[in-house]
């Protein structure tokens, strides 16, 4: 008896370990490769994410404009051309194409950016306008010089606003096609670290894990009433445990995975996106941690359950 009971023990712990496992599957299932989260859930950080490395990308690799305008002046800019509705059409074709990966998971995933340059030409104009009206009219016959930042001194009543604007639209748009790329594409049959792993083997082996670990689970909880088999109690009581300690393990998890961003931003060397990255990972991080955290709590509130129902029996 004692031994079968110390084995119980052992799977009521070995429970709580394979939980884990279930817990990710599970969160990994309902963000990664559920539609609502890019469409609902990520997608105020996403876009976010985009203007603000825009912004920094923009004042990084162009001194020009770095001169003239700051990060505010970009960022305001930015939103009024390419508004959050805008950035939703992108995110439904991106996850239409995801859709599709059901079909076919070998074929790379592509974000089309050619709504956004189109957008940000017309920043380039805006810009070039915002310039124009900074430049006051020459006075009688004063003829314009150059200062030092590219800009003429006044602007001759007589000469066209194309004719000024031109070089300034010109530099403004050869900056934006360097900042932002035409497309982004992932490819999912690339390795990821030092073990190879190919992420579209994750994607056919979702649907695959859920289920192993649904069995798993069941079939532990089902060996820990056989194994105890009687006293009714006693069988609550070990499997009220085991729920309580998967929660409980599950709920340290949740709030393990928040600190995540802060640990990578240890290991990142310096680079100009930093801030912006681990910003955006939090937010990814977040969620995934409060999918573990719901189901968890799951477990948590049905080992009670199991438990107070044991002390019910008990005492009547």
């Known amino acids: 008896m004692f031994f079968r009971r110390a084995l119980a023990a052992f799977l009521v712990l070995l429970f709580g370990i394979s939980s884990l496992f279930a817990f990710t599957v599970y969160a990994v299932s309902n963000t990664f490769f559920s539609p609502s989260f890019y469409e609902e859930d990520i997608s105020q950080a996403a876009y976010e994410f985009m203007i603000n490395a825009t912004v920094k990308n923009l004042i990084d690799s162009d001194e020009f404009v770095a001169e003239h305008f700051d990060?505010?002046?970009?960022?305001?800019?930015?939103?009024?051309?390419?508004?959050?509705?805008?950035?939703?059409?992108?995110?439904?074709?991106?996850?239409?194409?995801?859709?599709?990966?059901?079909?076919?998971?070998?074929?790379?995933?592509?974000?089309?950016?050619?709504?956004?340059?189109?957008?940000?030409?017309?920043?380039?104009?805006?810009?070039?306008?915002?310039?124009?009206e900074s430049i006051r009219q020459c006075k009688g016959g004063e003829i314009p010089e150059e200062k030092s930042n590219g800009l003429p001194t006044c602007i001759p009543s007589q000469v066209e606003y194309n004719t000024i604007t031109a070089p300034f639209t010109d530099q403004f748009e050869k900056a934006i096609y360097a900042a932002v790329p035409e497309q982004v594409q992932i490819d999912l049959n690339s390795s990821?670290?030092?073990?190879?792993?190919?992420?579209?083997?994750w994607l056919v082996l979702m649907d695959t894990a859920k289920v192993v670990f649904y069995i798993v689970l069941l079939s532990i909880l089902v060996i820990i009433a056989l194994l105890i088999y009687k006293p009714f109690s006693a069988i609550l009581s070990y499997e009220g445990i085991a729920f309580l300690l998967a929660g409980f393990l599950g709920v340290i998890v949740s709030y393990g995975i928040s600190f995540l961003p802060v640990l990578i931003g240890e290991s990142m060397k310096a680079d100009l996106l930093k801030d912006e990255i681990l910003t955006f990972m939090g937010s990814i991080f977040a969620l995934f941690g409060a999918e573990v955290q719901k189901v968890a709590l799951v477990f948590l509130a049905m080992g009670a359950i199991l438990i107070l129902v044991r002390l019910f029996i008990k005492k009547r």
């Not at 950016?113 to 070039?128: D, F, K």
């Not at 030092?194 to 579209?200: P, R, V």
Request: hydrophobic share 40%; no cysteine.
């Open 71 to 132: 990060e505010t002046d970009l960022r305001r800019e930015i939103i009024v051309v390419f508004p959050e509705t805008l950035f939703q059409k992108m995110v439904n074709q991106l996850v239409t194409e995801m859709e599709s990966l059901k079909e076919d998971p070998n074929q790379p995933i592509t974000m089309k950016m050619g709504v956004y340059r189109e957008s940000l030409l017309t920043l380039a104009h805006n810009l070039s306008y915002q310039l124009f």
């Open 192 to 201: 990821v670290g030092n073990d190879g792993f190919i992420l579209s083997n």
